[in-house]
């Protein structure tokens, strides 16, 4: 018998678009013959998606699913190569449909999710039914990434932008869920939604982050007042620092709706608890963009035209 190595799979995986454990068991029955084990996919049905499978799929949706008791979300992004395909029923109810796995998932890792039993199709895997739905969509697709929040004591409020194009869940820590506290929680998932923080506290900033931007801000600051003092530039360089954890810490944001417009996050949740004799905390976040990070490609509407007039 044949040592199937990763490579081997991950070949066969690119020849055809079929799924990792597909392309693992195939190479298996056919003893590490490459060939064959095209045939063993095709013969599956599962290397339908083979000219596909090279196609950049940076288009897409983020999927939410949020659990019936509040307790649990889950975030899941698909990939696909256009909006076109990203905005059919098909597409959105595959979307839906891979939220609802990954809400009820034990897995750990995408490569974990991929290989568990589809639960709508049992005989089929997570990554065996996505194979299919390429052939049903006509596109090469992806199911990219998931990550998930639960709280017992609290919620998990969600938001989506442009269509899904932006997903957002939130856990929330209260004593009180109520009408109020509820839009409180969509409103600091709106905020993490537009406003891209990348941390909810500053104590999820870790201490070699600082210490990189103090030594960049410092170096600035030198140049800026080479005649300061020590002490001088170290205020310069804590102010601008300071500075920067409002930008990218949430709670420390300048709320979107303040009225006033100097009126925190943190401050805004503070004032809706103070409003509902509640203890409310903002524990942590998610936020996915479609594609964010993926190379996306350059569509050239003229020479496509030419490309199917000369066909």
């Not at 890792?109 to 895997?125: G, Q, R």
């Not at 109020?180 to 506290?201: D, F, G, I």
Request: aromatic share 4%; charged share 30%; net charge negative.
């Amino acid at each position: 018998m044949a040592a199937i190595t990763a490579a081997m799979v991950k070949e066969l995986r690119e020849m055809t678009g079929a799924g990792m454990m597909a392309c693992k068991k195939a190479l298996t029955q056919a003893d590490g013959d490459m060939d064959k084990a095209v045939e063993v996919l095709r013969e599956q049905g599962l290397a339908s998606a083979q000219k596909k499978a090279g196609r950049i799929a940076a288009e897409g949706t983020v999927g939410v699913k949020i659990a019936a008791d509040g307790k649990s979300g889950v975030l899941v992004e698909v990939n696909t190569e256009t909006d076109f395909a990203a905005n059919t029923d098909k597409f959105k109810n595959y979307v839906a449909e891979v939220a609802d796995q990954a809400l009820n998932t034990k897995a750990q890792n995408i490569d974990e999710f991929l290989a568990e039993k589809w639960a709508l199709e049992p005989d089929l895997t997570v990554e065996q039914k996505l194979s299919s739905m390429v052939s049903v969509i006509g596109e090469n697709m992806h199911i990219r990434r998931f990550a998930k929040l639960s709280d017992e004591n609290g919620f998990i409020a969600s938001y989506t932008h442009m269509g899904g194009k932006i997903g957002v869940i939130v856990d929330i820590e209260t004593n009180v869920i109520n009408d109020a506290v509820r839009e409180m929680a969509k409103n600091v998932a709106m905020q993490a939604a537009a406003m891209k923080p990348l941390y909810t506290t500053r104590a999820e900033v870790s201490q070699e982050y600082l210490d990189h931007e103090k030594e960049i801000l410092t170096v600035q600051a030198k140049q800026e007042k080479p005649d300061a003092n020590d002490k001088i530039l170290a205020g310069m360089v804590m102010g601008r620092i300071n500075k920067e954890l409002k930008e990218i810490c949430l709670v420390d944001q300048i709320y979107v709706k303040a009225e006033d417009g100097k009126q925190t996050v943190n401050q805004y949740v503070a004032s809706v608890a103070k409003e509902n004799n509640a203890k409310i905390a903002v524990k942590s976040f998610v936020r996915f963009e479609t594609g964010e990070g993926l190379e996306k490609k350059e569509e050239n509407f003229a020479e496509e035209v030419a490309k199917q007039m000369n066909q």
